[in-house]
């Protein structure tokens, strides 16, 4: 485990941003990769975005094109801006660390990661 605290969430209008931020106090994002995941109430936590630490991402369908993913490295800060919200990206938000596991395969699943930031909420209204 390694202590990932997350911030930033908040209550928002559909269209409006947020930027999301993950500390952590060692060098885990140069060894394997980070994620953002999110659970909507009633609904199983999905993968939003990942990194890996040669700075490749990925991102879930859903938020293509919106969200955007990034390393701070020298102050290892993880953050994900959130634009043009929409109701739909109501959720508690969490960061992760991920295993040495194969990024394309594995960035979107919760197996994939061993240690969870306490959660951030998000609620977007229309």
């Known amino acids: 485990q390694v202590p990932l605290v997350e911030s930033g969430g908040g209550s928002v209008q559909t269209g409006e941003s947020l930027r999301l931020s993950c500390e952590t106090s060692?060098?885990?994002?140069?060894?394997?990769?980070m994620g953002w995941f999110r659970q909507a109430p009633g609904k199983e936590r999905e993968g939003v975005a990942a990194?890996?630490?040669?700075?490749?991402?990925m991102y879930a369908e859903t938020v293509k094109g919106r969200f955007a993913i990034s390393l701070e490295r020298a102050k290892n800060i993880l953050y994900l801006q959130m634009n043009n919200l929409r109701p739909d990206d109501t959720a508690v938000y969490y960061c992760?660390?991920?295993?040495?596991?194969?990024?394309?395969?594995?960035?979107?699943?919760?197996?994939?990661?061993?240690?969870w930031g306490q959660g951030t909420q998000v609620t977007v209204s229309s």
């Open positions: 992760a660390a991920g295993r040495p596991m194969s990024f394309d395969s594995w960035a979107f699943s919760e197996r994939a990661y061993y240690s």
């Open positions: 060692d060098s885990t994002y140069r060894r394997h990769f």
């Open positions: 990194i890996r630490s040669d700075g490749r991402t």
